[in-house]
């Protein structure tokens, strides 16, 4: 098996190992960190919900992270009580992918009681966070299910306690047009360092172009219109 600290990017690699037979350890830890963005010439900040998952496989290290939503206080993403329920719920899904190949791990959430102090004028939203897989069911029940998509290179600033990191954010904006309503969301399918981008560009589009293609499957069993759009 090829090097895990090389090769481990997904979730969906520490599955595959583990139904080859490797014997595969998985321990998440948390992050929620400051990100000043820039989307279309838009600079604002948001809180990004992010996991690094690290472990061993047959005693060989590995450690990848993966975000699962952003959070910020006016209309460019999701309210921060909407990104925690959105982030849960696909951690959710990877642990039940975990879990269903025999993986342990402990479960654990984000939870919103750390992030209320960093919103001014928070409020819970009235209507429920659709994820993707809220319009794939959709979908499968029936209902006509259209998605737009456009791939983006979206750049970032991390904030730690004691240093600054640039990012460069692999993202999709999904316009989901469902029961006579549209609804406009960005996810983000990988990252990487911007002054490593010649390391480690062609890697994360790769693992982005991946997920997506996993994504497209759903879709297609699920009847969803769409053109494929993939990261070059």
Same mark, same amino acid.
């Given at each position: ?107 654990r959430l984000f939870t ?20 993707? *897989? ?5 979908? !499968? %029940?029936?209902? &006509? #299910? ?5 791939? =983006?290179?979206?750049? $970032? ?8 990191n640039s990012q460069t ?25 911007? *002054? ?5 560009? !062609? %890697?994360?589009? &790769? #693992? ?5 293609? =996993?994504?497209?499957? $759903? ?14």
């Open positions: 098996m090829s090097d895990p600290r090389t090769s481990i990017h997904r979730i969906a690699d520490l599955v595959s190992c583990k139904e080859k037979g490797s014997r595969v350890t998985c321990n998440p830890s948390f992050h929620v960190i400051p990100v000043d963005f820039v989307h279309r010439n838009n600079a604002f900040q948001a809180h990004v919900f992010l996991c690094r998952f690290d472990g061993d496989i047959d005693g060989k290290p590995y450690s990848f992270r993966k975000c699962y939503a952003r959070g910020c206080p006016h209309n460019l993403c999701p309210h921060v009580s909407q990104a925690v329920m959105i982030a849960n719920r696909y951690l959710q899904r990877d642990y039940h992918s975990l879990r269903g190949a025999g993986i342990k791990v402990e479960e919103l009681e750390d992030m209320l102090v960093k919103f001014d004028g928070y409020q819970i939203e009235h209507d429920p966070s659709l994820t993707m *897989d809220d319009y794939i069911h959709m979908a !499968e %029940d029936g209902v &006509e #299910v259209s998605m737009d998509m456009e791939v =983006e290179y979206v750049p $970032a600033v991390e904030h730690f306690a004691n240093h600054e954010f692999l993202a999709v904006n999904f316009t989901a047009d469902a029961l006579g309503k549209k609804y406009n969301f960005q996810r983000s399918f990988a990252c990487y360092q911007t *002054d490593s981008e010649l390391r480690e560009k !062609e %890697d994360q589009m &790769e #693992v982005a172009n991946a997920r997506l293609k =996993e994504l497209y499957k $759903a879709f297609d069993e699920a009847s969803i219109r769409y053109e494929q759009q993939f990261f070059v």
